[in-house]
């Protein structure tokens, strides 16, 4: 079965720092760039931070920039996202997806086809 | 910065009815554009990429149209399944950006 788990999620203050994981299963992870996105309570979705699917080219959102890393590790079918200087504008539901368009990503895009459930991050003291 | 704006908020629909719901953005995007379904608890759903192309599996009484600043997501005949949120998304290809639109509701009338 094609999913995608994320986890990693928790409570914490200002200032602070979390590492969510995303674990994938069912399909090629290595040749599929994968995104984060957030949904804050209330609001739309935003995008977040993007890892190409060999992890040489990443891009983050402005608001994130210098403060989170996103990672992966193919040998290990997981991705992860390294939040420092945690802000409560941070808090929200953090999902990972992944690009429908194999190692053609960035000519060809398609979507992002498979999400995970999300993982509850809480900014707050 | 692409903006991307949906209208309506919320949008009241009997089962059986034809929804239509409007995204536009703040420049031309040419039709780099998506649709998502999500339901409260679920993992957001793919629904078209390309401004008009159905992804896998999605059936066809869900058609997109559109290009430059004006985007329609149509549902032509509303099941129970189908009362969601929605959200339109742009993408730039490079660099690579993608910026959401707020969602439309969809209620049942």
């Known amino acids: 079965q094609v999913q995608l788990v994320e986890s990693g999620g928790g409570v914490v203050q200002p200032g602070g720092s979390l590492r969510l994981s995303c674990a994938a299963s069912?399909?090629?992870?290595?040749?599929?760039?994968i995104h984060w996105v957030r949904q804050a309570p209330g609001k739309g979705l935003e995008w977040v931070a993007t890892?190409?699917?060999?992890?040489?080219?990443?891009y983050y959102t402005d608001s994130v920039k210098g403060r989170f890393t996103i990672s992966r590790d193919n040998s290990e079918n997981t991705l992860h996202l390294q939040m420092n200087s945690l802000r409560p504008e941070d808090t929200g539901v953090f999902y990972c997806?992944?690009?429908?368009?194999?190692?053609?990503?960035?000519?060809?895009?398609?979507?992002?086809?498979?999400w995970g459930h999300g993982t509850p991050v809480t900014v707050s003291s | 910065e692409v903006v991307m704006t949906q209208s309506p908020a919320t949008l009241s629909v009997s089962p059986g009815e034809r929804a239509t719901l409007s995204c536009r953005a703040s420049?031309?995007?040419?039709?780099?554009l998506a649709w998502y379904q999500h339901k409260p608890g679920q993992a957001p759903r793919l629904l078209i990429y390309?401004?008009?192309t159905r992804a896998t599996g999605i059936p066809d009484r869900f058609s997109g149209s559109g290009s430059g600043t004006e985007f329609t997501l149509t549902i032509s005949s509303l099941q129970s399944e189908d009362f969601a949120v929605y959200f339109c998304?742009?993408?730039?290809?490079?660099?690579?950006?993608?910026?959401f639109g707020q969602g439309t509701k969809l209620d049942i009338k």
């Open positions: 997806a992944r690009d429908a368009g194999g190692v053609s990503w960035l000519f060809n895009y398609n979507g992002m086809d498979i």
């Open positions: 069912g399909f090629n992870f290595r040749s599929y760039s």
């Open positions: 890892i190409s699917y060999d992890g040489t080219d990443r």
């Open positions: 420049q031309s995007i040419s039709s780099n």
């Open positions: 390309g401004a008009s």
């Open positions: 998304q742009q993408y730039n290809n490079w660099p690579p950006m993608y910026a």
